[in-house]
């Protein structure tokens, strides 16, 4: 069935901001926002031990299975009259997997196969109408990180972070392109206006 509601996804590194946003921008735009499941036990108990050993390739591996499941569930039967804005989507997955599996000194065959699951999760999941990519710079992401202290972050190098900023800006636009997704980047090292954020995403979504 072709679907006639959108989602809009909002991408961006590690305590860039995203969570902050989300509520305002959908009550902006009269959408439903859907959050990241920081606060579901599961997700913060499997990153709490990937972020205490992150070189530990069985840590990764399940902390982004858990999130790739969760993220596709979310998202699964809601009902067709309203519009989502969701904080982080399939595409994430695709670049922190990216990130981890050219990190590692030897990555073994379970990425690979975790990075073909997105994919093919990615054939299910709802048409992605547009990406709103909050972009900052790798040190205001990891002084945000700092100040916000979340216990199962506790210890996330700046490398970590700065890799992450990397990958989203080498990989974001890649997988929009692939997909057809229109790319709305926001400089967020200083916080915008949600309802400024809501005019482009009216804007870019009418258009397309
Ligand atoms: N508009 C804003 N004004 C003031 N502070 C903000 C704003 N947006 C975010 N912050 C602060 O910046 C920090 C990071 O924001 P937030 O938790 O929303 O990031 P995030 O991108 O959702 O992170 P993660 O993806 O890791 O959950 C928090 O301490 C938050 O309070």
């Not at 036990?41 to 530990?56: I, V």
């Amino acid at each position: 069935m072709t679907q006639t509601n959108h989602f809009v996804a909002v991408e961006a590194n590690i305590a860039a901001g995203k969570s902050t946003l989300l509520p305002k921008l959908a009550e902006a735009l009269d959408w439903d926002p859907i959050q990241e499941p920081a606060e579901d036990p599961e997700f913060a108990r499997l990153l709490g031990e990937f972020t205490k050993n992150p070189k530990a390739p069985g840590n990764r591996i399940r902390f982004q299975s858990y999130i790739t499941q969760r993220r596709a569930e979310i998202v699964e039967s809601l009902p067709t009259h309203r519009n989502y804005l969701i904080e982080r989507s399939l595409y994430s997955d695709l670049i922190f997997t990216q990130a981890n599996f050219l990190s590692m000194d030897q990555p073994d065959t379970e990425f690979m196969l975790h990075y073909c699951e997105i994919q093919k999760r990615l054939k299910e999941y709802p048409r992605i109408s547009a990406v709103v990519y909050l972009h900052t710079t790798p040190e205001k992401a990891h002084e945000r990180l700092q100040y916000r202290a979340r216990e199962a972050e506790d210890g996330t190098p700046f490398e970590y972070i700065r890799d992450i900023h990397n990958y989203h800006e080498a990989i974001l636009p890649q997988i929009c392109a692939s997909m057809n997704t229109p790319l709305i980047t926001m400089d967020w090292n200083d916080f915008g206006c949600e309802h400024q954020v809501a005019e482009k995403i009216l804007e870019v979504v009418q258009k397309h």
